[in-house]
Every structure is written in C-alpha cells, then in structure tokens.
C-alpha cells in the first residue's frame, strides 16, 4: 500500500517540478520517511519544499498517511 501512495506521490512531484524530481538526491529524500532523514536532510528538504508550497502540502499529506498505514 506504502509503495502505491509513493508511487503517485512521485509522479505528481513530476508534474510539479519536472527538474526537481530527476535531482537523485532529492528523489532519495522524498522516498524516506521523515523519522529517517538526519538533520541536513531534513533542513534540505524543508527549504525545498519552503520554495514549493503546493508540493509541501502533499508531502506533508503523504507522510500522514504513510504514518496511518
């Protein structure tokens, strides 16, 4: 179910910022759960995500629901 819910997560990040999404290092940052990132990773991922308010909403609404299942 995890791997359904990244995988349209993924491509919707595609849609949004076609060059972020083909950054390695961001695609291994977004796959992670949160509680799985240390604190650089964390700190590049929230300004990534600070400069694309739309797509930090769904982050942070994918995470809810990774936490759910």
């Known amino acids: 179910m995890i791997r359904t819910v ?3 997560f993924l491509a919707c990040w595609k849609e949004l910022d076609p060059l972020g ?3 390695r290092g961001l695609l291994s ?3 992670r759960h949160r509680h799985n990132l240390t604190i650089p990773q964390q ?3 929230a300004l990534y995500l600070r400069e694309r308010p739309a797509l930090q909403a769904i982050y942070q609404f994918k995470q ?3 936490y759910a299942l």
């Open 43 to 45: 700190e590049r991922l």
């Open 6 to 8: 990244n995988h349209h």
């Open 64 to 66: 809810r629901l990774c």
């Open 21 to 23: 999404a083909k950054n």
């Open 29 to 31: 940052l977004m796959r």
